[in-house]
């Protein structure tokens, strides 16, 4: 009769090796959803290691969106716990649920681009590159010298008082 050639992961599971399709595809799910969920606690981790006051503080995470939700002390740290998930890699858009105990005016965000240096940014927001300290205080803890951003960094610009 001679050899015969077979789809090897085709056919019947006689040997009860292998998975239906509908198996590999519960598995992978699972997978992912595991995945999301340390990524998740990963985003808790840092967020609450910088030491941001936020009451019931969960992330959820679905491919490249973070969801947040609790209730910040401030509006500036609701914006820098925003900041910290969103300026993080594999993250590219934050679902900010969360909500303040103290209702305060919002802050403007800069997107940093190359060439970007904060007295540069406090020149175009305050029209005085002096300033850039205000930018830089906003942006503590994640920032810790005024020299170090980079490009697609996202920053808190403050109102001046």
Do not use: C
Not at 48 to 55: D, H, K, Q, R, S
Not at 81 to 99: F, H, K, P, Q, Y
Not at 150 to 159: D, K, T
């Amino acid at each position: 009769m001679g050899l015969f050639s077979f789809i090897k992961n085709a056919g019947a599971k006689v040997f009860g090796i292998g998975k239906t399709t509908e198996e590999e595809a519960a598995e992978a799910a699972m997978e992912v959803a595991e995945l999301a969920k340390a990524k998740a606690g990963k985003l808790v981790n840092a967020v609450e290691a910088l030491g941001f006051e936020v009451l019931d503080f969960n992330v959820e995470v679905e491919g490249d969106k973070a969801t947040v939700w609790g209730e910040a002390d401030s509006q500036a740290t609701r914006e820098k716990v925003v900041l910290v998930i969103g300026n993080t890699e594999g993250i590219a858009t934050v679902d900010d649920r969360m909500s303040v105990a103290v209702e305060e005016p919002q802050a403007q965000f800069h997107t940093v681009v190359s060439g970007d240096y904060l007295s540069k940014i406090s020149k175009k927001y305050y029209g005085d590159a002096m300033k850039y300290n205000v930018i830089f205080e906003a942006n503590k803890p994640m920032l810790t010298d005024p020299d170090k951003i980079y490009p697609g960094q996202v920053l808190r610009i403050p109102a001046l008082d």
